[in-house]
């Protein structure tokens, strides 16, 4: 399998994603993770480090039951409440100890004003291509 991460002419070079993902398998499609642990309760209330970490570990837990790993993830979605400027370093923090050195996805960052539960703060959606069984 083949993914090829892009920069095309004329745009700014990105920080901390990939403008373009190009692959071939099979699309694994990802519901937006949110900070709730294996129980269902939120960890992290206020926190959004905290948050934005039980989060990465709820995608990577959906990331191995469908066979995937990190680096087949070719697009993510974050969603934050009330989104301020200053969260953009928090998340991403958080993001390169969760990629390494590995290329980023895709990325979109839309601030919103709530999520399901009250004390969410940060929701992320992804989808990850791996080989065709």
Do not use: C, W
């Not at 050195?101 to 999520?115: E, I, N, W």
């Amino acid at each position: 399998m083949s993914h090829r991460h892009l920069q095309p002419e004329g745009l700014a070079p990105p920080r901390g994603y990939s403008h373009v993902v190009s692959a071939r398998g099979t699309s694994v499609f990802i519901a937006g993770q949110v900070a709730f642990d294996a129980d269902g309760r939120v960890v992290g209330a206020g926190d959004l480090r905290a948050q934005t970490e039980q989060v990465l570990k709820n995608l990577r837990r959906a990331l191995d039951a469908a066979g995937a790993r990190i680096e087949d993830l070719v697009k993510i979605t974050v969603f934050v409440v009330d989104y301020k400027p200053a969260d953009r370093a928090v998340i991403a923090e958080v993001r390169s100890r969760f990629f390494g050195d590995l290329p980023p996805p895709a990325s979109t960052l839309v601030g919103v004003q709530a999520l399901v539960v009250p004390e969410l703060m940060i929701e992320i959606e992804a989808i990850a291509v791996i080989e065709a069984a």
